[in-house]
Structures are given as C-alpha cells and as structure tokens.
C-alpha cells in the first residue's frame, strides 16, 4: 500500500505563498490518483483538488481555482500544492490522498491518507 507524508504547511501572512509536498515512502504513489483536502476546527473535510495518476488532468474545488496549482512528479513519487494568494479562510489541516478513482471529490473515495500538514494564514 500508499504511505503518505505531507510537508510544507506552517504561517504565512494573508496574500502569501506555501508550496505543500505529499512524499510516499513506499514509492509507489506513481500508480494512484491523488487528491488534496483540508479540513478547519468544527467544520467537516473538504476537497481541495485532485490530479489523475500520470499528472496529465488536473482539477480544483471552485473555491481555490486561479489561487492553488496540483502538480506531481512521479520520478520523485511526490505530489504538490502549490497555494498562492492565501487568505485566513485557507487555514486549516491539509490531507493529501491517494486511490484509484478518477477525480474524485468525496474523501470515501481514497484509500490511503497522510497525517496532515497544518497551515496558517495571518490577516
């Protein structure tokens, strides 16, 4: 299976940049579609995007589009978000994720799952 490590979150100030990394240790994440989510106190998990196994498609949720850029390069088994723009609605855990269903925007729809990376965007 998919183990998952995100890196990269911590505090930045409102209209600032983070570029998140998703690394597998088991370097077998070339082979499974990924997704980004995020998830703020009290509220639940949120899709934030997602990207087809070869890097090829792309999608994000209408709430990050223009601001946040998946990316992947499966030579390093690593997947990225790339978040420009952050505003302090952006703050929250983010989860990267892995499976085999195509541009999936429901969490059930992973299988594999990081520990999550905390991000913080300052007014």
């Known amino acids: 299976q998919v183990h998952l490590v995100e890196s990269g979150g911590g505090l930045v100030e409102a209209g600032g940049s983070l570029r998140l990394s998703c690394a597998d240790s088991?370097?077998?994440?070339?082979?499974?579609?990924a997704g980004w989510f995020r998830q703020a106190p009290g509220k639940e998990r949120e899709f934030v995007g997602a990207?087809?196994?070869?890097?090829?498609?792309?999608y994000c949720a209408e709430s990050v589009k223009g601001r946040f850029t998946i990316s992947r390069d499966n030579a390093k088994n690593t997947v990225y978000l790339q978040m420009n723009s952050l505003k302090p609605e952006d703050t929250a855990v983010y989860y990267c994720a892995a499976g085999h269903e195509y541009v999936c925007q429901v969490s059930g729809c992973y299988t594999s799952w990081g520990q999550g990376t905390q991000v913080t965007v300052s007014s």
């Open positions: 088991g370097r077998t994440l070339k082979n499974y579609h």
């Open positions: 990207i087809i196994w070869s890097g090829a498609s792309t």
